[in-house]
């Protein structure tokens, strides 16, 4: 896992970002239908998922199950820094998307989510959201195939 946490640098960088800018965008009040799209974690995961099991296939030598693996590991990361700033969304009482009813899949559009519902939300995202990004590890490996060898 170290030497995937290593390869996953620039990824984690871009995710600081990512998230951070999300983070302000509701605490200065940019409507959520606005700008929920601009910086989204899962886009940025998907896509890092696709082309690390891509290139770790052709110039790594990775197998499926390891591409697999970096690729989990990039999901489980993003889905725990979302899980991190819905936290930290309620315990400082700050409206943010990661907040937003949209966002936690609430029934109810007006009303705010309940912090346990918006917690189990967020496990189901963790678990689920993870498989995903293995899915999308194990596409790129098979885009992989197409990069030149070295």
Same mark, same amino acid.
């Not at 896992?1 to 290593?6: A, C, H, I, S």
């Not at 996953?8 to 990824?11: C, L, N, V």
């Not at 999300?22 to 890092?48: E, N």
């Not at 979302?82 to 009813?101: C, D, G, K």
């Given at each position: 896992?170290?030497?995937?946490?290593?390869l996953?640098?620039?990824?984690l960088? =871009? !995710?600081?970002? $990512?998230?951070? +800018?999300?983070? @302000? *965008?509701?605490?200065?009040?940019? /409507?959520? #239908?606005?700008?929920?799209?601009?910086?989204?974690?899962?886009?940025?995961?998907?896509?890092?998922c696709?082309?690390?099991?891509?290139?770790?296939?052709?110039w790594?030598?990775y197998?499926?199950?390891q591409?697999?693996?970096?690729a989990l590991?990039?999901g489980?990361?993003?889905?725990?820094?979302?899980? =991190? !700033?819905?936290? $930290?969304?309620? +315990?400082?009482? @700050? *409206?943010?998307?990661?907040?937003? /009813?949209? #966002?936690?899949n609430?029934?109810?559009?007006?009303?705010?989510?309940?912090?346990?519902?918006?917690?189990?939300?967020?496990?189901?995202?963790?678990?689920?959201?993870?498989?995903?990004?293995?899915?999308?590890?194990?596409?790129?490996?098979t885009?992989?195939?197409?990069?030149?060898?070295?």
């Open positions: 896992m170290g030497e995937d946490l290593r996953a640098r620039p990824f960088v =871009l !995710l600081a970002v $990512v998230a951070a +800018a999300r983070f @302000l *965008q509701g605490v200065l009040g940019v /409507p959520y #239908a606005k700008g929920h799209h601009v910086f989204s974690i899962v886009t940025l995961t998907v896509l890092s696709v082309y690390y099991g891509a290139f770790t296939r052709r790594r030598g197998r499926l199950i591409a697999i693996g970096i590991l990039l489980v990361i993003s889905q725990l820094t979302i899980l =991190l !700033l819905t936290l $930290v969304s309620y +315990a400082s009482s @700050l *409206q943010t998307y990661f907040n937003h /009813p949209v #966002a936690l609430a029934q109810d559009l007006e009303r705010p989510v309940a912090f346990a519902q918006a917690l189990a939300n967020r496990i189901g995202g963790l678990v689920g959201n993870s498989i995903f990004a293995g899915i999308a590890g194990a596409i790129g490996w885009i992989g195939g197409l990069l030149p060898e070295r």
